[in-house]
Nanobody
């Protein structure tokens, strides 16, 4: 059973940075496409960033391009989301997710098989 646990969220001011971490266990981490999703209050869950098995291909939601960076350290079973220049609109619960298949384009929630519990990110003005 694959388990994903997020950490690193919190309350920051606009313009600040945060780094989220997701620690995986129970599977072969390097054989999962990994992604970060977020869900703001009253809104649908949306994909923020996605990364391929080896980390060579990344994909981003348009609104976070140039500000957020997804990366992975397979030897540590960990995926990261570096979030810079945060805006109040980034406030949401952020979820780590894993897909059992390689994915070659930005995907949706139904394409992912395993999910973390979610972690709150709040950005104040």
């Amino acid at each position: 059973q694959v388990q994903l646990v997020e950490s690193g969220g919190g309350l920051v001011q606009a313009g600040d940075s945060l780094r989220l971490s997701c620690l995986g266990s129970g599977g072969t981490f390097s054989r999962y496409t990994m992604a970060w999703f977020r869900q703001a209050a009253g809104k649908e869950r949306e994909i923020v960033a996605q990364i391929s098995w080896g980390g060579g291909f990344t994909y981003y939601l348009d609104s976070v391009k140039g500000r957020f960076t997804i990366s992975r350290a397979n030897a540590k079973n960990t995926v990261y989301l570096q979030m810079n220049s945060l805006k109040p609109e980034d406030t949401a619960v952020y979820y780590c997710a894993a897909s059992s298949t390689p994915r070659n384009s930005l995907s949706g929630p139904d394409d992912f098989d395993y999910w973390g519990q979610g972690i709150q990110v709040t950005v104040s003005l």
